[in-house]
């Protein structure tokens, strides 16, 4: 059975910068799978910020994609996530997802159980 | 990019009623796409799949049809435990963006 469980700071200040980690267990981050991260405001939808395949191959939401890094380290098997220059805006539940690879399947079967970021000063 | 537009915004419905969510992909994107429930303070959970495969250990009340640029999501025969938000995503490519939420309540 896949888990994924994010990790990092809850409070981080404006301007400051957004580190988070993915840790995946049962299962490799070199499989065929591409892995995400999504984010949710407080008491609003689902924001899909951007994916990693393990070779490195990236893509991201053109809206964040300026401030925004998604990286792997095969060898502790894990994803990170860093948004640079956050506001208030980026308050949120971040959660990383794992993106079905098999042939005819799509979205996303694991997620982790989400970790709240409160952007304050 | 293409977006991705649910509708209603919010229901509430009976008990047993047939529930229909739409979602309208501003282009067509074949049949990838995606429906989760997220039940209040839970985590997404993915129900189905190319549109209309429903994901193991999901209940038969629910199913997915369309292709293209219109999508649909129904209950056949609500219950209590169906309460959530639902989401559609496609994920033909990049960036893989959500609707944004249908929100199904019991009369």
């Known amino acids: 059975q896949v888990q994924l469980q994010e990790s990092g700071p809850g409070l981080v200040k404006p301007s400051g910068t957004l580190s988070l980690t993915c840790a995946v267990s049962g299962g490799s981050i070199s499989s065929t799978n591409w892995w995400s991260w999504v984010r949710q405001p407080p008491g609003k939808g689902l924001e899909w910020i951007g994916e990693i395949y393990h070779s490195g191959s990236t893509n991201y939401n053109p809206s964040l994609k300026s401030r925004v890094t998604i990286s792997v380290d095969k060898s502790k098997n894990q994803l990170s996530l860093r948004v640079s220059s956050v506001t208030a805006a980026d308050t949120a539940v971040y959660y990383c997802a794992r993106q079905q690879a098999v042939a005819g399947t799509g979205g996303f079967d694991y997620w982790g159980q989400g970790t709240l970021v409160t952007v304050s000063s | 990019d293409i977006q991705m537009t649910q509708s209603p915004s919010s229901l509430s419905a009976s008990v047993g009623d047939r529930v229909t969510i739409t979602c309208r992909a501003s282009q067509g994107i074949n049949n990838y796409l995606a429906w989760y429930q997220q039940k209040p303070g839970k985590v997404p959970k993915l129900l189905i799949y190319a549109a209309s495969t429903l994901q193991s250990g999901v209940p038969s009340r629910f199913s997915g049809s369309g292709s293209g640029t219109d999508f649909t999501l129904t209950i056949s025969s609500l219950q209590p435990e169906d309460v959530a938000t639902y989401y559609c995503?496609?994920?033909?490519?990049?960036?893989?963006?959500f609707g944004g939420g249908t929100k199904v309540e019991i009369k």
């Open positions: 995503q496609k994920y033909n490519s990049a960036p893989l963006t």
